[in-house]
């Protein structure tokens, strides 16, 4: 007797199966476009000549074709300048945020930790309650740390919600045999993170490191709190400034000693390519961790 056996290769048997794939690849399509339309749109703006972008006649292809816009971007110093600067600040955020989290995971992670629970309730509190914005711009101003990169920095680098994915991961799949069997052979529970514990949990570092490099990238409010020096300016908050006073964008630009010039809304759109494009380029490096260190990290809490 021969047995069939289906495989989720084959097409589906019957219409209803027909029709719901055909509806899910629709609902796909449709937000997959609500996702890339902006995007083009705004491409399309940025390689479009000024007249035509003032006509409003630009939607998804370029006109009049012309790399000007970003040439006056690129060729401004301070645009340059708060690109490398946002670059290590964000370097450097998601460094801290990444050890802090990884060194509040792994002890609470055992079960002999007394207190795991208090602990735990403790950081879980952090998520739904702050001080504030007032409070917390009295301490950084007493810290001594306005107007310096650490402002924007220190606030944020410990996330509650991180700590919490990447504590469920390392208990869904390391075993404690495997770190019981690492003690027996002498090694510390410093050797036991960084040789076995950190090695095992590529995926969830690597999508970690994702959720913190795009949150601080994509982040200005801090930097419009505790920034007034231009210099210290990141790139999202240049942006912010720069579209939020369309009709003065020149002037702004003028101020900061600034070389770009031209149409507002092609500066807009050249701008807004220009702080976009580093993160699409990191993007599918990690995209194959990013499905599977959500997925496993999620699990179970």
């Avoid at 792994?106 to 702050?130: D, E, H, W």
């Avoid at 944020?156 to 919490?164: E, G, H, Q, R, V």
């Avoid at 913190?212 to 990141?234: C, P």
Wanted: positive net charge; proline residues 5%; contains cysteine.
């Amino acid at each position: 007797m021969k047995t069939q056996i289906q495989t989720a290769d084959m097409p589906p048997r019957n219409i209803g199966d027909k029709v719901a794939n055909a509806l899910i690849y629709i609902i796909l399509i449709l937000v997959s476009l609500t996702c890339i339309l902006p995007i083009l749109h705004v491409l399309a703006k940025s390689l479009s000549a000024d007249r035509f972008v003032m006509e409003k006649s630009v939607y998804i292809l370029p006109k009049g074709l012309t790399f000007a816009a970003f040439e006056r971007v690129i060729g401004d110093p301070s645009m340059v300048r708060s690109l490398v600067y946002t670059i290590i600040v964000t370097v450097l955020f998601t460094l801290i945020g990444m050890i802090l989290i990884t060194c509040a995971a792994y002890p609470l992670t055992k079960k002999r930790l007394k207190g795991r629970g208090v602990i735990s309730f403790i950081f879980l509190f952090t998520m739904y309650f702050s001080a504030g914005v007032i409070p917390e711009y009295m301490l950084i101003n007493n810290l001594n740390i306005i107007n310096t990169p650490w402002a924007i920095i220190l606030p944020l680098t410990f996330s509650a919600y991180n700590m919490i994915i990447m504590k469920s991961f390392i208990q869904t799949n390391i075993p404690d045999s495997l770190e019981e069997s690492a003690f027996l052979d002498g090694a510390s529970h410093f050797t036991i993170l960084t040789k076995i514990v950190l090695p095992l949990s590529k995926p969830i570092i690597a999508t970690l490191c994702l959720f913190f490099a795009v949150g601080r990238w994509n982040a200005y409010q801090d930097s419009l709190y505790y920034i007034t020096n231009a210099k210290f300016y990141v790139l999202q908050h240049k942006l912010f400034l720069l579209v939020g006073n369309a009709s003065d964008a020149a002037s702004i630009a003028a101020s900061e000693g600034s070389a770009v010039m031209g149409s507002p809304e092609v500066l807009k759109a050249a701008c807004i390519m220009f702080a976009t494009i580093p993160i699409v380029c990191i993007y599918p490096f990690v995209q194959k961790y990013f499905v599977k260190g959500t997925m496993v990290g999620a699990v179970k809490g």
